[in-house]
């Protein structure tokens, strides 16, 4: 066990509709990272958040967008769902002083 | 795009053969970080070795990294059937910060 804990574990939505994921990272772990990874791909990375701000963002739409908390655990929010957002969504948790990342046990999302 | 590719795509393999993984990537590299995926859950972290560094151990987990060549192997001996699982390589590089790349994944199945 890591310590990096996602929520829900699984959801199912409909196209057009908004989705907010959560994560709560591991004890003294302050930057959180989301991926998104298709089925039979590895992850791709969307963003990483570090003291509440965007530290570095993937090849993913605006409408992809996150928020971290002063206790460091962050949200995922996706509007305007489509098919091809049906995924495991990630999070992982790393500290500054080393990029060992730590990941949750993923969101299942499956878009109808 | 996947900065990191592992070779082979599958492996099947008896238990207490050893298993051999292979992951090449394009660019400069800060770290390169091997993981294990069961059945579409979480990543679980391996072994993480810095661009400086050749060899590194843990546990029955061998990982090389040749920078000049631009590649890493993650070697499992004695192998298992609970080693059974997807193993992904991924790097972070000099010039995008902290975020991770990963390969598709090399999809590991140790038989009794």
């Known amino acids: 066990e890591t310590g990096v804990t996602q929520s829900p574990t699984h959801l199912i939505k409909t196209r057009g509709q908004q989705v907010t994921l959560r994560c709560s990272s591991q004890s003294g772990h302050n930057t959180v990272s989301w991926y998104q990874q298709a089925l039979g791909q590895g992850p791709q990375f969307i963003f990483q958040y570090y003291r509440e701000e965007e530290n570095g963002r993937g090849n993913f739409p605006p409408r992809f967008s996150g928020l971290q908390f002063p206790n460091y655990s962050s949200e995922l929010n996706v509007n305007a769902l489509e098919l091809d957002d049906s995924a495991l969504y990630l999070c992982?948790?790393?500290?500054?002083?080393?990029?060992?990342?730590?990941f949750g046990p993923g969101t299942r999302l499956t878009v109808l | 795009s996947q900065q990191g590719e592992e070779d082979p795509q599958a492996l099947s393999i008896q238990e207490g053969e050893n298993a051999t993984m292979n992951c090449s990537y394009k660019?400069?590299?800060?770290?390169l970080q091997w993981y294990r995926q069961n059945s579409g859950r979480g990543l679980v972290h391996l072994i993480l070795?810095?661009?400086?560094?050749r060899e590194k151990h843990s546990g029955r987990l061998r990982v090389t990294l040749d920078t000049s060549k631009k590649s890493s192997s993650l070697l499992i001996t004695a192998s298992r059937a609970a080693d059974t699982a997807s193993y992904f390589c991924?790097?972070?590089?000099?010039?995008?910060?902290?975020?991770?790349?990963f390969g598709e994944g090399t999809q590991l199945t140790v038989n009794p």
């Open positions: 070795i810095r661009s400086n560094e």
């Open positions: 992982a948790s790393s500290s500054r002083r080393n990029n060992e990342q730590f």
């Open positions: 991924a790097t972070d590089k000099e010039t995008s910060g902290s975020r991770l790349t």
């Open positions: 660019t400069s590299i800060n770290n």
